[in-house]
Structure formats: structure tokens, C-alpha cells
């Protein structure tokens, strides 16, 4: 690490370019503060990947930890919407805040893609172009070749290229660069921790910026991948984009000490300190769910016979926590009038809130839970 070189910058005539060493190469690690928080780190997962079995029917609540990720990750890259409204169909949304809607549900949808195609896709430029494609589809950067690399240059902040924050490697690069990438993430030649791994993958990934618009967005995605592809977690778990959005200004100025100073060591320290903190608060989370479980469990006991119906609304919440009573129909197989019914138990328990304030069209929302996750 005391040898790290980041990479050079070459004139291009008008600008200058950051061309980045390749990093699949042996790794020496040294540095006694790294290794410390890395051990700090290791701890911290194998607590939170405990949850795992440890939680009954964990995968209700991946949904929202993936919503959560959805709109913290957009939010960085300056889209406004928030929990509550991405729980929300599009019509719910008013027009101005339609575009920002479509980009969190695709975050969505290309983050659950992803980790299903890691049962037939290794972690690899491919998978990542086909998360990128579903990512882009419809929304702004439709017109930016989605699920392909770029073949033009690229910039970070400016108005133009000439007084750009960052310029990325030219386009004749990208390909080179993302297949060492690629090999540096399955190399076992040369063993290094995989949290260091990770986060040397995620800074060289957003350096390379290899797609013309979604790049952040991508990298923070590949994160999570990454630690289920190698079995660090069992279930997609940890999500950093919330400790990246609260400490933007420091994850953005990391990233640019290494390409300026060589400086990893401070972005390894970050990375970790973030596995660190967002371990601990879903470890948090996780044990506010199972308390919230236990309360729900004693309230739907005074039910009677509208229990087991219950039980099925409650189940279909963990996952989404807004209802309406056509879904409630749908998921108990009862009549309008006794969807209602069963409403009006759950509200007086304190379980629903009715959140229009509307005679018709009424949604319910499960906020009890859903605080949980803001």
C-alpha cells in the first residue's frame, strides 16, 4: 500500500485525462490502522450476516432494505423522492416528480435482477452492463447507451470538459481497464481481505466511469454483489449508499485524494468505518423488525376470528407497508365489506394508518414499520 500509484494524468490537447494503474497485481498490507478497522469490519458483518437465520423469514424485509437503498443511492446523485413515495404507484406521483420515481423503481428492479443473476452470472462486466441497461431504461439516460460502455469521453462536475472536477480515462481504455478489474475480483492467485477488495473495486470502477450516465449508482450496487457473490453475506443485507449520502462531501473527496495523492489508505479507512456504522444500524434495524413482530403478534390476538386474515395482510406489509382495500380483497379473498372490516381492526389496533385524508381512494400505511427504516 506504502507504493500505491493511483495513475497519471495525460494531456489529450484541450484537457487531461486520468489514465489509472490496473490493480489486478499482489496487494501488501501493512498499515496496523487499516488492519485493525479491517478486523473491526469482519466483526461487525458476521453479526449482522447472523440475521440471516437467525431472523424468521428474513427475505420479507429485504424489499424494504432494497427500497431504502433505492432512494438513498438516487439521492445522491440528486433525485428527491422518498420512502413513502416510492412505496406509491406512479399515479399517486405528481407530474414534477415523476422522472426522479421512475429512476428509484429502476434502481429497484435492476438491484433484485442483479442478485438473482449471481445464481448464472459470475460478478463481471457482463452482469454489470445488464444491471446498468435495466437501470437506465426509460428514465433520463435512456439516450446514453444503456448496457454499454461508453464510447466517448466523459467528465465529472463543470460545465464542460475544460473545467471539469474529474476527467475518467478516454473511451479507448474502458474495456482494458474493466477486464482487470474483472480478474482482480476473482483473482486467488493473490489473496487479499475481500472488504479491501471491494472497496479498491468500487474506487477503481468509479475512477474508469465506464458508462456515459448511472456510474455512482452502479458502483454502490456493485458493493452489495460483490459481498453475496463471495458468501461475506447470505442475503443482500448491507448498503452503504445511506452512509455515502450522509457523508457525501467525505465520499467524494475520498475518492479523489487517491487519484490525486495516492492517498488509498484513507479510502480504505473510510470504506470500513462505513461497513462498520452500516452493520451496526441493520443489526438495529433487524431487532427493531423482530420487537415490532412481537407487538403486531400480541395486537392480532385480540382479533378473533379476523386473525388469520390479518396474518396474511401482515405478511404482504413487511414487504410493501402501504395497502389499499382492493389489495386487501385480493390477498384474503374476502368481500369489499369485510376488507373494510378487517381495515377498520387493524386501524383501531393501531397497526394501519389511513394516510389520503380522501373518501375514496383511501391508502393505508404500516408506519410503525416504516419509521423503522428512516
Given at each position: 500500500m506504502k507504493e500505491f500509484k493511483s495513475g497519471t494524468y495525460i494531456s489529450q490537447g484541450t484537457y487531461k485525462s486520468f489514465q489509472p494503474e490496473k490493480i489486478n497485481r499482489e496487494w501488501l498490507l501493512e498499515d496496523i490502522e487499516v488492519i485493525t478497522l479491517l478486523s473491526k469490519a469482519d466483526r461487525q458483518l458476521g453479526r449482522l450476516d447472523m440475521y440471516s437465520e437467525y431472523v424468521p423469514n428474513i427475505e420479507l424485509f429485504i424489499s424494504m432494505h432494497v427500497l431504502k437503498e433505492a432512494t438513498q443511492s438516487s439521492k445522491i446523485e440528486g433525485t428527491k423522492?422518498?420512502?413513502?413515495?416510492?412505496?406509491?404507484?406512479?399515479?399517486?406521483?405528481?407530474?414534477?416528480?415523476r422522472d426522479d420515481w421512475e429512476e428509484v423503481q429502476n434502481y429497484i428492479e435492476a438491484l433484485n435482477s442483479a442478485i438473482k443473476e449471481l445464481d448464472n452470472l459470475p460478478f463481471s462486466s457482463?452482469?454489470?452492463?445488464?444491471?446498468?441497461?435495466?437501470?437506465?431504461?426509460?428514465?433520463?439516460?435512456?439516450?446514453?447507451?444503456?448496457?454499454e460502455f461508453r464510447t466517448s469521453q466523459n467528465w465529472i462536475g463543470g460545465a464542460s470538459i475544460a473545467d471539469a472536477v474529474f476527467v475518467p480515462p478516454i473511451h479507448q481504455e474502458v474495456s482494458t481497464l474493466m477486464n482487470d478489474l474483472e480478474k482482480f475480483a476473482h483473482n486467488e492467485e493473490f489473496p487479499f481481505?475481500?472488504?479491501?477488495?471491494?472497496?479498491?473495486?468500487?474506487?477503481?470502477?468509479?475512477?474508469?466511469?465506464?458508462?456515459?450516465?448511472?456510474?455512482?449508482?452502479v458502483g454502490r450496487l456493485m458493493i452489495t454483489l460483490y459481498?453475496?457473490?463471495?458468501?461475506?453475506?447470505?442475503?443482500?443485507?448491507?448498503?452503504?449508499?445511506?452512509?455515502?449520502?450522509?457523508?457525501?462531501e467525505l465520499y467524494y473527496n475520498n475518492l479523489m485524494k487517491v487519484r490525486t495523492s495516492h492517498d488509498i489508505k484513507q479510502w480504505f479507512k473510510f470504506f470500513l468505518v462505513g461497513v462498520v456504522e452500516t452493520a451496526k444500524s441493520s443489526i438495529e434495524t433487524f431487532d427493531k423488525i423482530l420487537k415490532l413482530q412481537e407487538e403486531v403478534d400480541e395486537k392480532l390476538q385480540t382479533l378473533g376470528s379476523r386473525t388469520n386474515n390479518a396474518r396474511t395482510v401482515i405478511s404482504y406489509l413487511y414487504q410493501r407497508p402501504m395497502i389499499d382495500a382492493n389489495k386487501v380483497c385480493e390477498l384474503t379473498e374476502v368481500s369489499p365489506p369485510s376488507a373494510y372490516k378487517l381495515i377498520a381492526e387493524l386501524e383501531k389496533v393501531n397497526i394501519?394508518?389511513?394516510v389520503t385524508g380522501g373518501q375514496r381512494g383511501k391508502q393505508y400505511w404500516f408506519s410503525d414499520y416504516i419509521r423503522i427504516f428512516k
Open positions: 423522492t422518498n420512502i413513502e413515495e416510492a412505496l406509491q404507484d406512479i399515479s399517486d406521483i405528481s407530474e414534477e416528480k457482463r452482469l454489470i452492463k445488464q444491471t446498468h441497461q435495466i437501470l437506465l431504461q426509460g428514465v433520463r439516460g435512456k439516450h446514453k447507451i444503456p448496457g481481505p475481500d472488504l479491501l477488495k471491494i472497496a479498491l473495486i468500487h474506487y477503481q470502477f468509479e475512477t474508469i466511469h465506464p458508462f456515459l450516465d448511472g456510474n455512482g449508482r459481498l453475496v457473490e463471495k458468501g461475506i453475506l447470505k442475503k443482500p443485507i448491507l448498503y452503504l449508499s445511506d452512509f455515502f449520502e450522509r457523508n457525501r394501519l394508518e389511513e
